[in-house]
């Protein structure tokens, strides 16, 4: 019977738990519309930078940080090949100019990027094909070390 007395007492602090965060959760939780007389709240604008090492381009979160391991050059622009502080590895789309630049190879750089309009990765690098695409591309580098 103490087996049954533990699950059920147990149970009841997992009930207060529940409830407790349930409670907190509500109360940090803005009213959809706001009481009559009252202008709404103006929404928090966007962060620009989440965290150092990161900046919002377009719609995606691109690393900026990292050390270069290789450049290949692709249909529609070079791509960088880097290794972020964590080891993971990044591939990036970049004018194609610095695929010319081996002595990056091995340095740690700062990546810039920019909207940019590039033929389309539907082209396959066909000349005669005008699809275009709007993309974040690396327009600088900057050497750290």
């Known amino acids: 019977m103490s087996s049954r007395k533990s699950h059920t007492s147990k149970l009841h602090v997992l009930i207060a738990v529940v409830a407790s965060i349930s409670t907190l959760l509500c109360a940090q939780t803005p009213p959809a519309t706001p009481p009559a007389g009252e202008a709404a709240p103006a929404p928090a604008a966007p962060a620009k930078v989440p965290r150092p090492g990161v900046v919002k381009i377009g719609d995606e979160m691109k690393e900026t940080l990292g050390r270069i391991t290789d450049l290949d050059k692709g249909d529609n622009g070079c791509f960088l090949i880097l290794r972020n ?5 990044i591939i990036e789309l970049g004018k194609m100019e610095f695929c010319s630049q081996k002595q990056l ?8 990027y920019k909207m940019e309009t590039v033929q389309a990765a539907t082209c396959y690098g066909d000349p005669k094909c005008k699809k275009t695409e709007t993309v974040p591309l690396v327009v600088n580098v900057k050497v750290l070390e």
């Open 85 to 89: 502080d964590r080891n993971s590895e």
């Open 105 to 112: 190879k091995g340095k740690k750089v700062e990546l810039e």
